[in-house]
């Protein structure tokens, strides 16, 4: 995929990101804007680190590795990244995924119900474990920190 259409989808997940965070969470539509942009920043810089450096990294790792050196202490833009990008509430990206989601099996619909009701299965499988894997290494964490 080229840069301009990276960057098209993640304008419009920007976009997508931005009302879900005003309808959802009130927080109006301009003070997501800076918070928005900054992750659309991060996002392409993932993408082109992909392309030039040899090391085959995930871009989630890339936005991952930026996103520290943004709001790391050392950094003069900081305080900037922080506030912007707290602004932004952490599930309202979750609405443009569930998009694309829905999008990506719907071109894929006949295979999909071709696996029949054991697809059902295993996805209730996957989410029941993942809910009882993140509820126990939270109960874990917490009582470690002495939080509860």
């Known amino acids: 995929m080229r840069y301009v259409e990276w960057l098209f989808l993640l304008i419009l997940s920007a976009l997508g990101t931005g009302f879900a965070n005003f309808i959802g969470y009130d927080v109006g539509f301009f003070d997501s804007l800076p918070g928005l942009f900054i992750l659309v920043v991060i996002s392409m810089l993932g993408v082109v680190c992909t ?33 912007s990008v707290a602004k932004i509430n952490f599930t309202a990206p979750f609405t443009m995924v569930g998009a694309y989601a829905g999008l990506a099996i719907g ?37 470690l920190s002495g939080a509860i």
């Open 107 to 143: 071109d894929q619909l006949k295979a999909f119900i071709k696996q029949g009701p054991k697809i059902i299965v295993v996805g209730l499988l996957v989410m029941t474990g993942t809910f009882l894997g993140s509820c126990i290494w939270d109960s874990l964490m917490l009582k």
């Open 51 to 83: 392309k030039v450096i040899p090391l085959k990294f995930p871009i989630v790792a890339y936005c991952a590795i930026i996103g520290l050196v943004f709001a790391c202490p050392l950094s003069p833009i900081r305080t900037f990244v922080i506030d």
